[in-house]
């Protein structure tokens, strides 16, 4: 079982940058996606983007391509947010899959989640 730890996040102005991280501990993560999700108060739980560990390729929403960045270092992902919007305020999750011929962006694929991590964008 994989265990991840979320960090980061935060209060910024819209157009303003954040970046939250995700370390994970259990495992070496080849083999496996990290997935980006994020749910906003009132609202089902959304993919945003995801990394597949073996080869770093990313997937990003078409909202969040071009703003958002995902990467990897070893064991931690990390999501790199620039010129965010005031709807992009949500919490933000991280989770790890295991690695199949296509990037799954249900939430229920995912086994293994960051606890989570509070991201506001005020105007």
């Known amino acids: 079982q994989v265990q991840l730890l979320e960090s980061g996040g935060g209060l910024v102005q819209a157009g303003g940058s954040l970046n939250v991280s995700c370390a994970a501990s259990g495992r070496a993560l080849n083999g496996y996606d990290m997935a980006w999700f994020r749910q906003a108060p009132g609202k089902e739980r959304e993919f945003v983007g995801i990394i597949r560990w073996s080869t770093g390729d990313t997937y990003e929403t078409e909202d969040a391509r071009g703003r958002f960045t995902i990467s990897r270092d070893k064991n931690t992902g990390y999501l790199q947010m620039n010129s965010l919007k005031l709807e992009d305020t949500a919490v933000y999750y991280c989770?790890?899959?295991?690695?199949?011929?296509?990037?799954?962006?249900?939430?229920?694929?995912?086994?293994?989640w960051g606890q989570g991590t509070q991201v506001t964008v005020s105007s």
């Open positions: 989770a790890v899959g295991v690695s199949g011929r296509y990037y799954d962006i249900r939430a229920a694929y995912y086994g293994s």
